[in-house]
């Protein structure tokens, strides 16, 4: 298969329209049926795949930096009768295990990048369900801030999977509907084993969509939603847009590289290599510099980068899963763009820009691979780099003679970028010595903390002399890369995360992780599991032993 | 026999039934009022000689009398119940027919029910404006009498509805009630029961055409495992047939007097002589067949094939003209376009059902317009009324999304747009058939655009006072 590809523009989109007027913006779902990813299936009746939401992801990445006039984003289809139908069964039906994860995955980040804007960037979402609303397509409109839908007798909003595929509305659907909508358990029991759904006024007594229309009162009653979203939105400063330019990464065999971020890759050791460069020069300071670079902003470049390449390893090296993550530069360089850009977050784009590198480091957080951080000479572990070694699974520090190895802390580190359930990674880290988090960050301000002074402080998991290092890091990468990496997966995931949980954690770690499961068990991909057999002429025959 | 059984008659226990009698109570004052709201226009005070079904016994099923249709007495009948029926097809072949609803297929048979029960009631508004332009006494009757029996019909589901599926099965019943065909916001499930029949040739073709297909599915559904469906569905077959019988022979009446026109005219045009010439047939014909066609869905259908293997929709006759009944095996052939091109691919018999049952239907169609080119050809006319390809016109299955012409042939949409007029009835022959629609409302007078019956209802004559106007 064709490696998948991330970047795209709104001048390629196959599947969406994305038109924006003053301060409302149109998304508009309109699959076409003729070009899924790859060959194999149809996406009939706006069902989607990967290519779908890539495009979604886009649009909504696009509206944030290019159209900071828009207030409120209507995501509706123009397909006769049908707002969305889900994902694509017989794209799943025929997906390995590790893509259907890595899908599910993407298109959960997707949906909570929606939130994101809405809870962050002074957006509202409205999904004006103009028609079937089922599985997925219920599932981005949970997404939404307001969902409408039309009472036209026939059309619901509906959860079959569990029904009709032996499977979960795993993109968040059933997390949402009682953590975010707050529809009664047991209601939300009956909804989600009902295949064809709800409609009319027990959808809104259930709390399952906001407003119903009739057809022909449907446009007007979606723009008097709108405009009612568009009054509650919160006084965040927007803009100036800046566009964002392709990243144009070249990918070689073994490599994808950036102009901030390599990932290399050996496929005979399973490992791979991830490094992040420093500004190459010192980064503007000022607001209207910061601005003048656009895109090319190291802070807002370097993440996008290092996005694009996190899925690069997710969707195209499913066998590389030890990854250790270098950043080579100047700190002085990656600690001047935090500084310049935490001190001006009443700039609309640079407030976007610090948004996305949240949100960056959260994928980092969630992807399942084993990360060592590994700090040498030239490293600059430094304030948002740091991050990714307080995020990694084990952080490994050169102990030189000549103290030139060492980490820098900054406002970075200080709750600047939370992780998915609302902790810093530097509480994550020191979650049973909370008293730590202010000594480190107290050092910090005064300058580097090489390598055996961190230890001190129990920055780092190991620190090793110019003697030792060097074997200690290969035969840990070695054994890392023996081990189970299903059993891996499961343990990074549970390790990662101390404390307490959110929405956003739950959708991971209960509602993807049961998925995942029930995805590999035969009731749902056996030979006659409802996946395998959905469209075909047998019916599925279970195993009914619960666990 | 109770009050309640005179009112409502019927062969399910009414009388003893809590749970029926309960929903019916609700529901018979808004059948009654949606009725009168949408049944026929202007003639709900009309005496019409109708046939009532009182039981399912031999002859108790066609009992003759002048009625207003607000009077008539819809009943809820099932075919009797044989004892140690099994079911007969899919998975569950060989065991016990399911008496109550089984829970795993609840939703599925709802749906069923549902989406059957819907287009009753949509095909009485859809014709409720034709009785005041009736060809004759005789054909404005026999279209009351396909309107009660849909009505009827849509009893006869809700009832399932009712007994069978609980509160959800009640609002399902208040819902056929509260749709409306052809209004936007509240519109009957099937696109083809939202668009109104206009005129009577469209009448006689959805009397051919459309209730044809409602005897297919009718058929599929008589064979299905939850037995009271199986039931209910066996008998409405009997009154079925009286609808196709208008249907044919009101379009075979028609042919009739086009014929008698031609040579009644120097040029041999019906036309000029108020008839409706034969093209113009051949472009209202397919019209109506190639629409119904897409009634009975995809080619290849993942749902249906869930049907059938459900034990809930066989096959038309499954058991005495088929072997097997698991149909795990084999494949059947089927035309798909690729790129510019027809292929032919092989399909799992399961997920053909649908196209089983079309193919059916088709030969049923052909049968009745080689009768009609009898009574063209016996005329000495040389003209031959054809159905079209079941690729022609679809908008639903393998076909839908690309064109063809009435041979099958796949061609460009805008060869097809450029060849629309002549193949599909245009707004100008819409206005010409509706021109000529003139009432003729004497007992034993007939429209001058089609033949009078060869013999009346119920061993009447055909001047006999079918309905007496209020």
Request: proline share 5%.
């Amino acid at each position: 298969m064709d490696p998948v590809r991330f970047e795209t523009h709104p001048d390629r989109y196959k599947h969406w329209k994305l038109a924006v007027d003053g301060d409302r913006a149109r998304l508009v779902m309109q699959v076409d049926p003729e070009h899924p990813m790859k060959p194999g299936y149809e996406l009939k009746l706006n069902s989607y795949d990967l290519s779908v939401d890539i495009e979604l992801a886009d649009a909504t990445q696009r509206i944030r930096f290019e159209h900071p006039e828009v207030r409120v984003v209507t995501i509706t289809s123009e397909t006769d009768r049908c707002f969305c139908s889900g994902a694509n069964i017989y794209m799943l039906g025929m997906s390995t295990h590790s893509f259907k994860v890595n899908f599910c995955k993407y298109t959960n980040e997707t949906r909570l990048f929606i939130e994101d804007a809405s809870r962050n960037s002074g957006l509202r979402f409205l999904a004006a369900c103009n028609g079937a609303t089922a599985g997925g397509g219920y599932e981005l409109a949970l997404a939404c801030d307001d969902i409408v839908l039309v009472d036209d007798g026939s059309s619901t909003v509906s959860f079959p999977e569990t029904p009709l595929l032996a499977v979960l509305p795993g993109t968040g659907g059933l997390t949402r509907l009682v953590d975010k909508r707050n529809v009664r358990r047991d209601r939300a029991d009956v909804f989600c084993t009902l295949a064809e759904g709800m409609r009319g006024k027990r959808s809104i007594e259930w709390g399952l969509v906001d407003a119903i229309y009739p057809k022909s009162k449907f446009q007007e009653g979606v723009k008097e939603r709108a405009d009612a979203l568009a009054a509650q939105v919160a006084d965040v400063v927007r803009g100036p847009a800046v566009t964002l330019a392709p990243l144009k990464p070249s990918f070689e065999d073994n490599a994808y590289r950036y102009k901030y971020v390599t990932l290399e890759v050996d496929r005979a050791a399973r490992t791979g290599v991830l490094t992040v460069s420093a500004p190459s020069e010192a980064p503007p300071s000022d607001a209207k510099a910061m601005v003048a670079q656009g895109s090319d902003l190291w802070s807002l470049r370097c993440f996008r980068e290092l996005h694009d390449a996190l899925l690069q390893l997710r969707f195209n090296e499913p066998e590389i899963g030890m990854i250790t993550v270098r950043t080579t530069g100047k700190a002085e360089h990656v600690l001047a763009a935090d500084k310049a850009l935490l001190a001006n977050q009443d700039n609309g784009f640079l407030r976007e820009v610090k948004l996305l590198q949240a949100r960056v480091l959260r994928c980092y957080d969630l992807t399942a691979r084993s990360f060592f951080a590994v700090a040498e000479q030239d490293s600059c572990f430094a304030g948002i780099l740091l991050e990714l070694a307080l995020g990694a699974d084990r952080f490994y520090m050169l102990e030189d003679d000549d103290e030139e190895v060492g980490l820098w802390t900054s406002e970075a580190n200080a709750g600047a970028y939370l992780s998915s359930n609302g902790l810093s990674r530097m509480q994550l880290h020191f979650f049973h010595t909370p008293e730590m988090i202010d000594k480190a960050l107290s050092r910090g301000r005064e300058g580097m903390i090489p390598s055996v002074e961190a230890d001190s402080f129990g920055l780092p998991t190991i620190v090793a002399d110019e003697i030792d290092f060097e074997d200690e890091l290969r035969i840990a990468i070695e054994e890392r890369a023996s081990l189970s990496p299903d059993a891996l997966t499961g343990m990074e995931a549970s390790l990662r995360f101390p404390g307490p949980e959110t929405m956003e954690t739950k959708i991971f770690a209960r509602l993807s992780a049961w998925q995942n499961w029930i995805f590999t068990r035969p009731n749902a991909t056996g030979a006659q599991g409802a996946l395998t057999l959905y469209g075909q002429p047998e019916r599925a025959h279970f195993d009914y032993k619960r666990t | 026999m109770s009050e309640l059984d005179e009112k409502i008659p019927n062969n399910v226990g009414l009388s003893t039934d809590k749970r029926l009698q309960r929903a019916l109570e609700k529901w018979q004052p808004n059948y009654i009022n949606w009725w009168k709201e949408m049944g026929p226009l202007g003639h709900q005070a009309d005496n019409v000689y109708l046939r009532t079904a009182i039981s399912v016994e031999s002859g108790g099923w066609a009992n003759f009398d002048h009625v207003k249709m607000p009077d008539y007495r819809w009943g809820i009948f099932l075919e009797p119940k044989t004892e140690g029926k099994t079911i007969g097809f899919g998975d569950e072949l060989g065991k016990p027919v399911w008496d109550e609803v089984p829970g795993e297929h609840r939703n599925a048979l709802r749906r069923l029910i549902v989406t059957q029960g819907d287009t009753e009631p949509a095909s009485v508004e859809q014709q409720r404006r034709l009785g005041d332009t009736a060809p004759s006494m005789y054909d404005m009757r026999n279209l009351f009498q396909v309107n009660v029996e849909e009505g009827r019909h849509l009893w006869a589901m809700v009832y399932l509805l009712h007994r069978y599926f609980g509160r959800d099965g009640r609002e399902e019943a208040e819902d056929l009630l509260n749709r409306r065909s052809g209004d936007d916001d509240k519109p009957r499930i099937l696109g083809a029961f939202n668009e109104p029949t206009n005129h009577w040739l469209s009448f006689f073709l959805f009397a051919m055409f459309t209730d044809r297909d409602g005897k297919y599915q009718l058929a599929a559904l008589a064979e299905s495992g939850f037995d009271p469906l199986a039931r209910t569905c066996s008998f409405m077959l009997t009154e079925e047939a009286h609808h196709l019988f208008v249907g044919e022979t009101g379009v075979g009446r028609i042919v009739q007097r086009t014929c008698e026109l031609m040579k009644k005219d120097p040029n041999d045009d019906a036309r000029a002589q108020g008839g409706i010439d034969l093209p113009t047939l051949q472009k209202y014909i397919n019209q109506w067949y190639s629409v119904c066609l897409d009634l009975f869905g995809g080619e290849s259908s993942s749902n249906a094939a869930d049907a059938f293997a459900a034990g809930l929709k066989g096959r038309y006759k499954e058991q005495s003209r088929f072997e097997d009944h698991v149909c795990l095996e084999g494949v059947k052939d089927m035309t798909f376009v690729e790129g510019n091109k027809l292929v032919t691919k092989e399909v799992a018999v399961r997920t053909a059902m649908n196209e089983y049952l079309r193919e059916d239907y088709i030969v049923d169609c052909q049968r009745a317009v080689d009768r009609w080119n009898k009574t063209i050809e016996s005329a000495g006319i040389n003209f031959t009324l054809k159905l079209p390809s079941s690729r022609f016109h679809r908008s639903i299955g393998n076909y839908a999304e690309h064109s063809f012409d009435p041979e099958g042939n796949l061609i460009s949409a805008a060869e097809f747009e450029a060849k629309k007029g002549e193949w599909l009835s245009t707004p100008e022959d819409e206005i010409y058939v509706t021109s000529i629609m003139k009432p003729c409302l004497e007992p034993g007078k007939i429209a001058n655009w089609i033949a009078p019956p060869r013999r009346g209802i119920n061993g009447q004559p055909f001047e006999y006072e079918y309905v007496k106007l209020a």
